[in-house]
């Protein structure tokens, strides 16, 4: 069983900067793949940024490439991302996910874990 615990969400103006963290329960977080996925208001869930377990390959949508990044530090059992060049359609609920696997998925249904999210608003 592993708990997630998102933090770092906040109001910016566009072009800002924010780092969300997410926190894991569980001595085994370094055996799974963690992906963030973000729910504008209004819209479905969609895919932001994944990592596999060992931080070697990450994955973006073309919406955030370029502007964010994904990391984790496992002697933490904390994934990261970083939020650069913030822009109004990045606002959204940013929720991050876990699954015990070497895949990094961009599918929401294929993680078993999920945080409670975090609120992310981006002022133009």
Not at 27 to 41: D, K, L, N, V
Not at 94 to 116: D, F, R, S, V
């Amino acid at each position: 069983q592993v708990q997630l615990v998102e933090s770092g969400g906040g109001l910016v103006q566009a072009g800002g900067s924010l780092r969300l963290s997410c926190a894991a329960s569980g001595r085994t977080f370094s055996t799974y793949a963690s992906g963030w996925f973000r729910q504008p208001p209004g819209k479905e869930r969609e895919f932001v940024a994944a990592i596999t377990w060992n931080g070697g390959s990450t994955y973006f949508a073309d919406s955030v490439n370029g502007r964010f990044t994904v990391s984790r530090d496992n002697a933490k059992n904390t994934v990261y991302l970083q939020m650069n060049n913030l822009k109004p359609e990045d606002t959204a609920v940013y929720y991050c996910a876990a699954k015990q696997t070497i895949i990094a998925h961009t599918n929401p249904a294929a993680y078993k874990y999920w945080g409670q999210g975090t609120q992310v608003t981006v002022s133009s």
